[in-house]
């Protein structure tokens, strides 16, 4: 196949990827569409099986590792952690709807840190519009902060998000060092949130309720907290540590923890093998896999060389900026996952802060659309499933104050903590 019929072929095959997994059509997963796209792309030659083969070994041990925080993640549930999370929520919030706002982001800016933001948008979000209803309070703002914290606050560590667990593989940098870099990013761009969520929402969050009955607030019947689930999620965060400082792949820690929790429910018969796998998301899995090797086809025949010319090169702050602004805006165009695929092997070999930089871009970045990041669209679905309308005006307002509000301290914040930690 010809350069410019590859190229042609290997970007209209990203598009009806990424339409597939937006749309959904039949309800189908994102791998129906993505998987023969893989294909195709190999067998018209658009990328060499060599290629597609090297892709797939890259991102292999991301994608176990993504299994195995989605079974911890999973098992929390079962043990009982979003539900105490709940009770806790309503019964520190009251009646007072901006304490509601403040504990969500509490506790998203956890969840979506340590048990990654797939875990917030499933599990916790569910939990919000429950404990508003209890609570008497608008659900609105609470559960846009599940949206906007499934992205932005999974800038701490390399397990928060897949874009990170890419990122980490190829920045060089130590699972501890990593997190001691973003750190300051990640608060930051979370104050940033907070302030204008509480500008945003300021006639939703005013005045309170009627003072909720003890049911209501949880307080009648707490959930018991699941400290056995607390104490595996602990250990499991300082095997990364440990296995990171001794040169073993993390991933192995975070298999370990996923077994004590999912062999802790088939020895108490709350789970089957068949819910294990299920907990692993293997069609999602699947697409992650596929969708690389059509991005690697598009990268291949063309993209890689027009995005060198237009990325900024050193690593001062109007770079680090720009880089971050490029990675945003190619978030909203092709989504966050191709994005962080196209810009790291253009990255790479200027260091850990142009790589951290482009985090920043794709994480924060995707609040600002629908299509930003799967993360959001399936966050979209769940709302809509407890029946509450979300606008996509009222969306897109709210990304445009909050991602550049996020965004440019973020990448100040990065700069500052390269300085002092070094890079």
Excluded at 211 to 236: K, M, N, Q, R
Excluded at 259 to 272: D, F, N, S, Y
Excluded at 291 to 301: E, K, Q, T
Excluded at 401 to 411: D, G, K, M, N, Q
């Amino acid at each position: 196949m010809n350069a410019p019929s590859a190229e042609a072929l290997s970007v209209v095959l990203l598009i009806a990827v990424l339409a597939s997994a937006v749309v959904r059509p039949f309800g189908l997963p994102e791998a129906v569409v993505a998987v023969p796209a893989a294909g195709l792309v190999v067998l018209t030659g658009a990328i060499s099986p060599e290629h597609a083969w090297e892709e797939a070994e890259r991102l292999g041990p991301v994608v176990g590792f993504l299994a195995a925080v989605l079974v911890l993640a999973h098992f929390c549930d079962v043990e009982g952690l979003f539900r105490a999370c709940g009770a806790w929520m309503a019964r520190w919030a009251r009646n007072r709807p901006g304490r509601l706002l403040t504990s969500v982001f509490v506790l998203a800016s956890a969840i979506t840190a340590v048990l990654s933001l797939d875990a917030t948008i499933v599990l916790l979000t569910p939990v919000v519009f429950a404990t508003a209803a209890r609570t008497g309070v608008r659900p609105k703002p609470h559960t846009y902060a599940c949206a906007h914290l499934s992205n932005t606050a999974s800038l701490l560590l390399p397990v928060s998000n897949l874009t990170n667990l890419l990122a980490f593989s190829a920045s060089g940098l130590s699972f501890t060092r990593f997190a001691a870099l973003m750190a300051l990013p990640w608060l930051v761009a979370i104050g940033a949130e907070y302030l204008v969520f509480r500008r945003f929402f300021a006639a939703d969050l005013a005045g309170t309720t009627p003072d909720p009955s003890p049911v209501d607030t949880g307080t009648a019947d707490t959930p018991a907290l699941p400290l056995f689930a607390l104490v595996t999620v602990a250990c499991t965060l300082a095997g990364f540590v440990v296995a990171s400082a001794l040169g073993i792949d993390p991933a192995w820690a975070a298999l370990a923890g996923a077994l004590v929790l999912a062999g802790r429910a088939l020895i108490r018969r709350q789970a089957t093998p068949v819910t294990v796998l299920r907990a692993t998301a293997p069609g999602f899995l699947a697409f992650v896999l596929a969708l690389g090797i059509v991005v690697r086809a598009v990268v291949d025949n063309g993209l890689a060389d027009a995005l060198g010319r237009v990325l900024p090169e050193g690593t001062g702050v109007a770079a680090l900026l720009g880089i971050a602004a490029l990675a945003a805006v190619l978030a909203n165009l092709i989504n966050n996952l191709p994005a962080v695929l196209v810009l790291l092997p253009l990255t790479a070999t200027a260091g850990p802060g142009a790589v951290l930089a482009v985090l920043l871009g794709v994480n924060i970045g995707p609040n600002l659309t629908y299509a930003g990041s799967l993360a959001t669209l399936l966050w979209r679905r769940i709302v809509h499933q407890h029946e509450h309308y979300v606008g996509i005006k009222e969306f897109t307002r709210l990304g445009l104050i909050s991602v550049p509000a996020a965004l440019i301290p973020a990448v100040v914040a990065l700069w500052g903590s390269l300085l002092v930690l070094g890079g």
